[in-house]
């Protein structure tokens, strides 16, 4: 039995007296920032990927879906709308449907701590001793790199067809698109966390993710607040005005049409206002998830 | 202080100490008191049915639940105070998989390694090990989903093994598998424990515990025996007489009443333990004649003791 080596790591003294004065430096180290937990993030970032990119039905729907949905409504309210800087449909759609690959793939991506959890894998992680903080940063470089990369997959079909122009703005499409990545993977698991069936997640993502997309102003424009507008136009315009995915869209709107001017539109913030609201977003969504899971110990009995 | 006796006692080759271990859920108290050691190169089995509290016990040793009351000390380290530091010297199988079925034997040990802080050659070199160990040299480039139950548990216990833990634990590990995977595994065990790791189990089977180098039987969150098989069966004396029958009240009556033997009555069944049982079955018989259904003879097993210290069988 060569192979099974003795076992090591153990202290010299076996005493837990002796050891007792060192505990809270352990402690200390392990939940910090550690090589170890890197390296536990970056390979469960990796797993999610390969994971992601072995199932390829997943990778299809995540692109079609949206795409369908941007011919069908584009093409179908085209005659019905005119935007700002005379925009159609389907020009307007655009953000919105690259919003909503970013959306779904996240939600996708993060829908899978549940099944790992009930498959059996995330206890062999939970009792891993790196902590939790690895387990939300695998999962959500993992998912924002996989939402990411399916949006650009979409945003290169959308200039190869002339559906946009091409400019160096493109580079600010990319950032704005991995901040709303990791806010929304942020976001499904915070939902996802506490969960222990599929089903209860797919009821909130569809009591509240979707109307938080819809109401964005990624499908229709944020009514104005002016004097002329109805009571149902204020209450819709003070939560689409609240949602912070709001914000990423007008940027992401601007952006993407650099050359049209939307200062004009009824919900116009400023460029530095729609950065720091998106940069927020992402920041606070994660912290609220690592607070969350590092907070529930009933998570790790859900097996 | 019995409790400081205890600790103070510690040899150096203790590797889990549990020391009046309280657990409780609500109102519920899952643990009343545990005591309980298990040294290096030993396998120790946690023998006890559904809901005696040793799923508890093995959650507060592998630190997925904080420690309420009394003291568990792994390797010695204290999991109340370090529970990172206790899960880098354990080695963990659960009862259910805990295998990503989408990826490969290779891939899913790789991971195990990233958690455990093994990285590049170090790593390569060691799951190459645990895997020519484990006899799956060959599988490696499998898909987990398309593995055997036994094959399974294997990369289960490759997982485990990986850090080389001076610990290793595993929750109802022969669960779903064939016997000849279960030999498979005790060997693994064995193996393991001839190492010099100490090897703890949770087992609701009989027949499992009875391999094991010990044993401490759990009832209702007490340990209610504990030594190795034939200590344990040796305390029940040499002898058992057990008798069947409809009315097993009556017939207690008159085996404690008018022939003067102590005996248990455990649902339909009155035991009687005897140094001399062989004896005894002749006169059972002419007494009871027809208003028995069977008597029997025979060495007291693991299930005996359990019966001799709860006054109900064991399933």
């Known amino acids: 039995m060569s192979l099974l080596t003795t076992p090591s790591s153990l202290p010299a003294t076996a005493s837990p007296a002796t050891v007792a004065p060192n505990d809270a430096s352990v402690r200390r180290d392990s939940l910090a920032l550690s090589p170890a937990g890197?390296?536990?993030?970056?390979?469960?970032?990796?797993?999610?990927?390969?994971?992601?990119?072995?199932?390829?039905?997943?990778?299809?729907?995540?692109?079609?879906?949206?795409?369908?949905?941007w011919l069908l409504f584009g093409t179908g309210l085209r005659g019905s709308f005119v935007g700002a800087g005379e925009q159609n449909f389907l020009e307007y759609f655009l953000p919105g449907t690259i919003a909503l690959i970013v959306l779904f793939t996240a939600i996708f991506s993060t829908i899978s701590v549940i099944e790992d959890r009930r498959e059996g894998f995330m206890q062999s992680v939970l009792v891993a001793p790196v902590g939790r903080w690895p387990v939300l940063v695998g999962k959500v470089l993992g998912g924002a790199a996989i939402a990411w990369v399916q949006a650009m997959i979409f945003l290169g079909l959308v200039y190869l067809f002339g559906a946009a122009p091409l400019t160096s703005s493109v580079f600010g499409v990319m950032l704005l698109l991995a901040l709303m990545g990791v806010a929304m993977c942020s976001l499904g698991m915070i939902v996802a966390w506490p969960m222990d069936s599929t089903q209860g997640f797919h009821a909130i993502m569809m009591l509240g993710l979707m109307p938080m997309w819809l109401l964005s102003g990624s499908f229709f424009p944020i009514p104005p607040l002016g004097e002329g507008s109805s009571w149902?136009?204020?209450?819709?315009?003070?939560?689409?005005?609240?949602?912070?995915?709001?914000?990423?869209?007008?940027?992401?709107?601007?952006?993407?049409?650099?050359?049209?001017?939307?200062?004009?539109a009824a919900f116009a913030p400023s460029v530095v206002v729609c950065w720091i609201i998106t940069v927020l977003f992402a920041a606070l969504?994660?912290?609220?998830?690592?607070?969350?899971?590092?907070g529930s110990r009933r998570a790790d009995l859900t097996v | 202080m019995i409790l400081n006796d205890l600790i103070s006692s510690t040899s150096s080759t203790d590797r889990i100490v549990c020391t009046g271990v309280h657990h409780r859920y609500g109102d519920r108290e899952a643990l009343q008191g545990v005591h309980l050691s298990v040294v290096a190169g030993e396998i120790f089995a946690l023998l006890g049915p559904n809901g005696s509290g040793k799923t508890t016990l093995f959650r507060l040793i592998s630190t997925l639940v904080p420690v309420q009351r009394g003291s568990v000390v792994v390797a010695g380290i204290n999991a109340q105070s370090d529970p990172l530091g206790v899960r880098g010297r354990i080695g963990i199988v659960f009862q259910s998989p805990s295998l990503d079925k989408k990826l490969t034997v290779d891939e899913n040990i790789a991971c195990q390694a990233a958690l455990y802080g093994l990285r590049g050659a170090a790593m390569r070199r060691r799951r190459d090990e645990v895997l020519e160990l484990m006899k799956l040299t060959d599988r490696r480039g499998d898909f987990c989903e398309k593995l055997s139950g036994g094959l399974k548990r294997r990369v289960e216990l490759a997982k485990g093994l990986l850090h080389q833990p001076p610990v290793m634990l595993l929750d109802e590990p022969s669960t779903g598998l064939d016997p000849a995977?279960?030999?498979?595994?005790?060997?693994?065990?064995?193996?393991?424990?001839?190492?010099?790791?100490?090897?703890?189990?949770?087992?609701?089977?009989?027949?499992?515990?009875d391999k094991a180098d010990r044993i401490a039987i759990l009832a209702e969150g007490k340990l209610i025996a504990s030594g190795s098989p034939a200590q344990l069966r040796a305390s029940m004396g040499d002898g058992l007489v057990t008798i069947v029958g409809s009315?097993?009240?009556?017939?207690?009556?008159?085996?404690?009443?008018?022939?003067?033997?102590?005996?248990?009555?455990?649902?339909?069944?009155?035991?009687?333990?005897?140094?001399?049982?062989?004896?005894?079955?002749?006169?059972?018989?002419?007494?009871?004649?027809?208003?028995?259904?069977?008597?029997?003879?025979?060495?007291?097993?693991?299930?005996?003791?359990?019966?001799?210290k709860t006054g109900h069988r064991f399933l």
């Open chain 1, 285 to 294: 969504t994660t912290l609220f998830a690592w607070r969350l899971m590092r």
């Open chain 2, 247 to 308: 009315d097993s009240g009556e017939i207690e009556r008159i085996v404690r009443d008018e022939l003067g033997l102590v005996a248990q009555k455990v649902q339909q069944q009155v035991r009687i333990q005897s140094p001399n049982a062989a004896a005894l079955v002749p006169m059972l018989a002419d007494r009871f004649g027809d208003q028995v259904q069977s008597i029997t003879i025979g060495r007291p097993g693991l299930e005996d003791v359990f019966i001799e």
């Open chain 2, 181 to 209: 995977s279960r030999l498979d595994l005790w060997q693994s065990l064995q193996s393991m424990a001839s190492a010099g790791v100490a090897v703890l189990l949770t087992t609701h089977l009989l027949e499992e515990a």
């Open chain 1, 38 to 69: 890197f390296a536990a993030a970056w390979m469960l970032a990796k797993r999610e990927w390969v994971r992601f990119f072995r199932q390829r039905n997943r990778v299809i729907s995540a692109v079609v879906q949206p795409l369908l949905f």
């Open chain 1, 232 to 264: 149902g136009q204020m209450v819709l315009g003070a939560i689409m005005r609240a949602n912070p995915l709001s914000y990423c869209m007008v940027q992401l709107r601007r952006l993407l049409y650099p050359a049209i001017e939307f200062g004009a």
